[in-house]
Antibody, heavy 121, light 107 residues
Framework: EVQLVESGGGLVQPGGSLRLSCAASGFTFSNYAMSWIRQAPGKGLEWVSDISGSGSSTNYADSVKGRFTISRDNSKNTQYLQMNSLRAEDTAVYYC??????????????WGQGTLVTVSS | DIQMTQSPSSLSASVGDRVTITCRAS??????LAWFQQKPGKAPKSLIYAASRLQSGVPSRFSGSGSGTDFTLTISSLQPEDFATYYC?????????FGQGTKVEIK
């Protein structure tokens, strides 16, 4: 059974940093691209970033480019999202999602339960 | 960026009704379209991928169709557990984009 468990969310001040983690199990982690998708309170879904199975290729939404960094450790079956220079508009539930293929060109077939990030003074 | 527009934004329906939600892309995306279901306080769940392929474990009352710019999600006979918000999403190009959602409520 595929399981994705996010952690690392919390309250942070504007301009601060936070690192999210997503621990994966139930599949061969290194064979699949992974993504982060967020949802602001009461709003729709926004894709944030994704990373290929090897970690050699990454993509970012313009809204986070230069501030967020996605990475993965295939030996630990874990992906990360390092979030710097956080803004109030980054407040959201952040979901970890598995892609159906290695390159990230497919569907988000499994999602974690999400972790809440609140940016506020 | 490719804009995804869903209609309607919300609808009221009864158990047993046939429900149709449409999704339009601002440019052609071939068949690179997915549908997700989200219930309050829960993570989205994959229903349909490649416009018409049913995700494993999803009931057959859900179906998807379309290609290019116009797509449809149909629930053939609405069940109590289907009341939720539904999102379409394109994975033809970056950035990946979602529709604004369609909330299906009980009439």
């Amino acid at each position: 059974e595929v399981q994705l468990v996010e952690s690392g969310g919390g309250l942070v001040q504007p301009g601060g940093s936070l690192r999210l983690s997503c621990a994966a199990s139930g599949f061969t982690f290194s064979n699949y691209a992974m993504s982060w998708i967020r949802q602001a309170p009461g709003k729709g879904l926004e894709w944030v970033s994704d990373i290929s199975g090897s970690g050699s290729s990454t993509n970012y939404a313009d809204s986070v480019k230069g501030r967020f960094t996605i990475s993965r450790d295939n030996s630990k079956n874990t992906q990360y999202l390092q979030m710097n220079s956080l803004r109030a508009e980054d407040t959201a539930v952040y979901y970890c999602a598995k892609n159906e293929n290695y390159y990230g060109s497919g569907n988000f077939d499994y999602w974690g339960q999400g972790t809440l990030v609140t940016v506020s003074s | 960026d490719i804009q995804m527009t869903q209609s309607p934004s919300s609808l009221s329906a009864s158990v047993g009704d046939r429900v149709t939600i449409t999704c339009r892309a601002s440019q052609g995306i071939n068949y690179f379209l997915a549908w997700f279901q989200q219930k309050p306080g829960k993570a989205p769940k994959s229903l349909i991928y490649a416009a018409s392929r049913l995700q494993s474990g999803v009931p057959s009352r859900f179906s998807g169709s379309g290609s290019g710019t116009d797509f449809t999600l149909t629930i053939s006979s609405l069940q109590p557990e289907d009341f939720a918000t539904y999102y379409c999403q394109q994975y033809h190009s970056y950035p990946r984009t979602f529709g604004q959602g369609t909330k299906v409520e009980i009439k």
